[in-house]
């Protein structure tokens, strides 16, 4: 279950573009995420502008501001998306990175609140352009946290995805790799506390493959 946002223009750029950065299948680097979540009156945040011009076209707003997303910028007050974002903005991606990146979720609506996703309210559509996209598309490196790989494994499209990674010593766990392409396990970019040190050093071994 999750809570659609109320607001009319977020969801009418998530009807034309159901991911944030570039295309899924045009980008190097993919990273798959649950839903995008934002306070419900994220309409009354001074940043909120930015925001749907961001969600229009992320490739341009990155080169325009010079940070990857809005939340990053000085006049959004520090809520919803804040962490992550700045969490991802330490692994060192410039804005020569904005052809590159795409941020994907599973759920191609905008959302508030706490989810509890099952895979009964996913968009099959939106699913198979995911697995598509990492299957075929131009990404080299996906990255997929915990919670999200649970959720996608219960979908029969991404039966190529194991129920655990590989450990294989370094800070990144593998999921899989295939077709010169690997998918990553990581730490939520959200997460501190008893895993930050980890975390750490999964960043800088994303930054290393940039």
Known sequence: ????HPDKALNEVFAKKPFQGVAPEQ?????????ANYSADVDENAVYPRLLEYLSD????????????PFLLPEYRKGDGWK??????????TSQNAHEV???????????????????????NHLKRVNEAI?????????IPTGVARLMTTSPLFSWL?????????PLKIWARMNGKTVYWHYHFSVYGAFEQQKQKQLAAISQLI
């Open 1 to 4: 279950m999750y809570f659609l």
């Open 84 to 93: 992550y974002h700045a969490t991802f903005s330490k692994i060192g991606f």
């Open 27 to 35: 980008a190097r680097f993919i990273f798959i995420g649950l839903d």
């Open 102 to 124: 795409s941020f994907v979720e599973l759920i191609d609506k905008p959302t508030y609140g706490r989810s509890a996703l099952s895979v009964e309210d996913l968009n099959p």
């Open 135 to 143: 299957l075929n598309g131009a990404a080299k490196h996906i990255f």
């Open 58 to 69: 992320g490739e341009a707003f990155w080169k325009r501001f010079g940070v990857h997303h």
């Open 162 to 170: 194991p129920k655990t990674p590989i450990d294989s010593g370094p």
